[in-house]
Nanobody, 117 residues
C-alpha cells in the first residue's frame, strides 16, 4: 500500500504562485510515475503533470510554461511549482502515484487551490 499526503494549497491572486508538495509512504519501491491531477466543480478530473522515477515529465497543454513538476526520490516527495496562476486553475489538486507493475493508481486526499481574479 502507498499513502500520499498533499500540502501547499491555498488562496492566491491571479498572477501569483503556489507550490504543492506530496509525500509518499508505504511500499515506495512499487511506485513508478507520480503526478498531479485536478478537478474543478462540474468537471472531470484531469492530468496536470506527471514525472517518472527516471525524471521524464509530461504536462497538460494548459499549464506548459507555467507549472513545473519535480521529484525528490530520496525524500519520496513530488512537487508542483505553479506560477502565473489563472482563475481557471482553481480546483482541488490530487497527488497520484502509479504502481510500476499493475498501473494501479493511488490518490491523496486533495488540496484546494483557489485563484482570485
Amino acid at each position: 500500500q502507498v499513502q500520499l499526503v498533499e500540502s501547499g494549497g491555498g488562496l492566491v491572486q491571479a498572477g501569483g504562485s503556489l507550490r504543492l508538495s506530496c509525500v509518499a509512504s508505504g511500499t515506495i519501491f512499487s511506485i513508478n510515475r507520480m503526478g498531479w491531477y485536478r478537478q474543478a466543480p462540474g468537471k472531470q478530473r484531469e492530468l496536470v503533470a506527471s514525472i517518472a522515477s527516471g525524471g521524464s515529465t509530461d504536462y497538460a497543454d494548459s499549464v506548459k510554461g507555467r507549472f513545473t513538476i519535480s521529484r525528490d526520490n530520496a525524500k519520496n516527495t513530488v512537487f508542483l511549482q505553479m506560477n502565473s496562476l489563472k482563475p481557471e486553475d482553481t480546483a482541488v489538486y490530487y497527488c497520484n502515484a502509479q504502481h510500476r507493475w499493475t498501473n494501479y493508481d493511488y490518490w491523496g486526499q486533495g488540496t484546494q487551490v483557489t485563484v482570485s481574479s
